[in-house]
């Protein structure tokens, strides 16, 4: 008897806790990117690229570095410079759990300044496999991307 309520006790507990995360399809992020952020169709490539070899577009991933920082989200950004771990702060004057959601205007509105600071180089998996154009997806024909056009919207990435 006790072991059934212990059960029911983490049973509600684990229910309790809601984490809201995000598991992309390639075109769909592509669509979402374009349409309601207003990204530029001539860098789509390289955007989809590295956050398919960051986070495998699993808004919710979070992963330990050597250095004791961590990546945080869609666009795995960094801890030691770009966002603070609880509390907002760092260049991007955010909370890095607050971007492991799948709430991604913050995750984009972060990505665009290290990528107007850095470029996409900032981004090892970018580095390692989209700097080379041959590698980068062809979003046109998987994903028909000449016939996304942006919503209005306030944000232009």
């Known amino acids: 008897m006790r072991l059934l309520v212990l ?6 507990i684990l229910c309790g806790v809601q984490v809201e995360s995000k598991k ?4 769909e992020l592509t669509r979402v990117m374009v349409e309601n952020y207003r ?3 001539t860098l789509m490539s390289n955007w989809i690229c590295l956050v398919e070899h960051e986070s495998n577009l699993d808004t919710n991933k979070v992963t330990r570095n050597d250095n004791n920082s961590k990546n945080y989200g ?7 410079d770009y966002c603070t771990e609880g ?4 260049l991007c004057n955010m909370k890095c759990e607050d971007l492991s959601n799948d709430d ?8 665009k300044t290290i990528q107007q600071r850095e ?6 998996g970018w580095s390692r496999y989209c ?4 590698n980068l997806p062809n979003l046109d024909v998987t994903c028909k991307l000449s016939q996304l056009s942006p919503f209005r919207s306030p944000n232009s990435y």
Do not use: E, V
Not at 75 to 80: A, E, R, T, V
Not at 119 to 124: A, H
Not at 131 to 134: G, K, V
């Open 131 to 134: 700097r080379n154009t041959q």
């Open 7 to 12: 059960l029911g006790l983490l049973c509600l």
């Open 104 to 111: 991604i205007s913050d995750d984009i509105a972060c990505a």
């Open 39 to 41: 990204f530029q169709k």
């Open 74 to 80: 869609l666009f795995q950004i960094n801890s030691k």
């Open 119 to 124: 470029g996409f180089k900032y981004w090892k």
């Open 87 to 90: 509390r907002k702060g760092g």
């Open 24 to 27: 992309y399809m390639r075109c």
